[in-house]
Nanobody
Framework: QVQLVESGGELVQPGGSLRLSCTAS????????MAWYRQAPGNQRELVAQ???????NYVDSVKGRFTISKDNAKNTVYLTMNNLKPEDTAVYYC?????????????WGQGTQVTVSS
């Protein structure tokens, strides 16, 4: 079991910045990958950004150049730095950890943190 705790979501004006944090209950070096997803009302949950154990990253096209995913292995924490925020970025943001074991692939989710972009 991996517990994930997100923080950092809040109300911000368009063009503003936020940094979300996700702290894991275990060493993130044991995880295959960590990712941020988001879900807006009426929409499906979508992948925003992912970072692997080897520090490879990928992003959904709509956030490229604005969002950066990073991690601090010593703190077991993954960050999502969001710049130039737009109203369409409004959503609940979820952290996900992926564990790959001999028995299969397991996903663990945090409880989510609300990001609202509005003037």
């Amino acid at each position: 079991q991996v517990q994930l705790v997100e923080s950092g979501g809040e109300l911000v004006q368009p063009g503003g910045s936020l940094r979300l944090s996700c702290t894991a209950s275990t060493s993130i070096l044991t995880l295959h990958a960590m990712a941020w997803y988001r879900q807006a009302p009426g929409n499906q949950r979508e992948l925003v950004a992912q970072i692997t154990r080897g520090d490879s990253t990928n992003y959904v096209d709509s956030v490229k150049g604005r969002f950066t995913i990073s991690k601090d292995n010593a703190k077991n924490t993954v960050y999502l730095t969001m710049n130039n925020l737009k109203p369409e970025d409004t959503a609940v943001y979820y952290c996900k950890a992926e564990v790959r074991a001999w028995s299969g692939v397991y996903d663990y989710w945090g409880q989510g943190t609300q990001v609202t972009v509005s003037s």
